[in-house]
């Protein structure tokens, strides 16, 4: 499978026209459409629906973009790596981190790190700690911001100071509100919104003890930022570590730490024996230097 007849069919799925597309692509729609039937030969599966005003896609075809995309990612990252010339430093470092404390070390890690080779930039990304190490182990994404307890068997990493203090988040006029802290015996009945990891929700089913039968979760959510639409509006408390929290307006969204105190660790990691570009391996170096 060729990569330009790969950029072929995302276009076409974008555009959700082959004539549409030929123009795009500044080819005939001829020529466009023999090489997405040929596609589909070699796959052996049908990725289009035809229709008389768009196309439409297969189940495999939905696979099928989803894959595309992932693979001519890693491809363009690929070319960018290998084009980036040490004596004038350039490229892009690609870092995952979730809702995190300590992303605040982040900032000064780049800016010390961009006066020294200002042509390099970033990518962040925004995701769970399993979403991020699945990108990792892709080659999609450098460096993880990572909440423990995550496994890093296959990651070289450096454990964080910075605590992660678990919350709730609350609307300013919910009861709960007028308390300094929240317990578990509090929560017990009241709609919640968990996180979505697995291992998360075992670090909190912990805490809770025998209260964590009686919860009553309305939602599970893998970022604060939905959850917290649905916290504002009433709907659940939500339990969180701080992250980003003290950004947030406190005219709309207020937290209370849990008592007794739960807390998390968080790691920044990377991939053990993985070929990185050269701005990634200079960052990290400058990661190991300075933490």
Known sequence: MEIRVLRYFLTVVREESITKAADVLHITQPTLSRQLAQMEE??????????TRKI?????GMLMRRRAEEILELVDKTERELVEQEEELEGIVAIGCGDLKAVQLLPELIRSFRQL?????????????????DRIDRGLTDIGLLLEPINMDKYDFIRLKQKETWVVSMHPD??????????????????????????????????????????????KSNLPANGSIMVYNRLAYALIVTGSIDLWDKDKLIYRPLYPELTATSALAWKRHQPFGKAAEKFIEH???NL
């Open 117 to 133: 080779y200002p042509k390099v930039t970033f990518e962040l990304y925004t995701a769970t700690a399993d979403h991020v190490k």
């Open 287 to 289: 990661i190991k230097s």
């Open 174 to 219: 919910a009861p709960l509100a007028k308390k300094d802290y929240v317990t578990a015996k509090d929560l017990e009945g009241l709609p919640l919104i968990m996180p979505h990891r697995l291992n998360v929700q075992s670090e909190l089913a912990s805490w809770f003890g025998e209260s964590y039968e009686k919860l009553n979760v309305v939602f």
């Open 42 to 51: 070699g796959l052996g599966v049908q990725l289009f629906i035809r229709g």
């Open 56 to 60: 439409v896609l297969t189940n495999e």
